[in-house]
């Protein structure tokens, strides 16, 4: 049993769970379930020596998920995915394509994990022999080369239009003296079939530009009376600068900060929206996916 309980949390570790249609159980968030997760994996795991690179520079996503909660032990979370999406990373673009997709059946109920069933079209069929053994031998592949088992993670599909699909990444981190959980985001660009960079939207020569614009938004949303009055908001104003973690939306850049990123005494993070036409003049609106950020 404790093995097949290490087994599910390191896949479902690699494919970061969390996304589109989630169900949890009642009276229940996604952060105690993870914590509920970590805990017992600790508790009944001999936990390896983890590397710290990983094996791609590739963000694996997995949407569609649904939380199993076994009846006789409430207190254990199994999920069952289908559907993962895998964004490579500029890096990685001569290893990987736009999307690899395969399928990881329901080992929920008898708490043992089949063989995934691999798609078998496009590019994933061009490399099936690679990724099968890679993915087949999950326990092994996430335990050596993927997952920091002190942090755990997960994704959720937040914003989504005819051009962008965007999804959070969630973070919870138990390697201190107080567990952090922070958010970050990605966005994929669906007629580029690429993620969006800041360098695809601003140029580092307009950073304190930006920042000065930042500045005001947060003034703003914190309801205070200028730029020094941040501090008594937990923040240090020398920190502001624009975040390369961003949620884009069709009117409204989200810039994200992790937890004390910004000098803040919180352990969530933290979202500073600017519309989209606040930034129009450092925009390079050569993009094509700028110009639809600022069409009307």
Not at 224 to 231: F, I, K, Q, T
Not at 268 to 294: C, E, G, H, W
Request: aromatic share 12%; with cysteine; proline share 4%.
């Amino acid at each position: 049993m404790k093995k097949s309980l290490a087994y599910c949390f390191a896949v479902a570790c690699i494919v970061s769970c969390n996304t589109k249609t989630v169900e949890y159980p009642e009276q229940d968030t996604a952060a105690d379930s993870i914590q509920t997760v970590l805990d017992t994996a600790v508790k009944d795991s001999v936990l390896p020596e983890t590397p710290k690179t990983l094996l791609y520079d590739t963000e694996i996503f997995n949407y569609d998920t649904a939380y199993y909660v076994d009846p006789n032990q409430p207190q254990h979370k199994f999920v069952k995915y289908k559907a993962v999406l895998a964004m490579p990373s500029r890096n990685d673009s001569d290893k990987l394509v736009t999307d690899i997709r395969f399928d990881i059946m329901n080992f929920a109920t008898e708490r043992l994990m089949t063989d995934p069933i691999v798609a078998t079209t496009g590019y994933f069929a061009s490399v099936a022999t690679r990724f099968k053994t890679e993915f087949r031998a999950a326990d092994e592949f996430s335990k050596s080369r993927y997952f920091d088992w002190t942090v755990a993670r997960f994704t959720k599909n937040t914003y989504q239009d005819s051009r962008l699909y965007c999804m959070a990444k969630g973070i919870y981190e138990n390697t201190g003296s107080t567990p952090l959980y922070g958010l970050s985001y990605s966005n994929w660009d669906k007629k580029l079939k690429e993620k969006v960079e800041y360098e695809d939207l601003f140029s580092e020569k307009d950073v304190e530009d930006i920042r000065n614009v930042l500045v005001g938004c947060m003034v703003k949303k914190y309801g205070v009376v200028n730029e020094d009055s941040l501090a008594s908001k937990g923040i240090s104003v020398e920190q502001i600068a624009p975040s390369r973690k961003f949620l884009l939306t069709k009117d409204t850049i989200y810039f994200v900060y992790s937890p004390y990123e910004l000098g803040m005494e919180a352990e969530r993070s933290v979202k500073i929206p600017v519309a989209n036409k606040q930034l129009r003049q450092f925009m390079d609106t050569t993009k094509s996916i700028v110009r639809y950020l600022l069409e009307d």
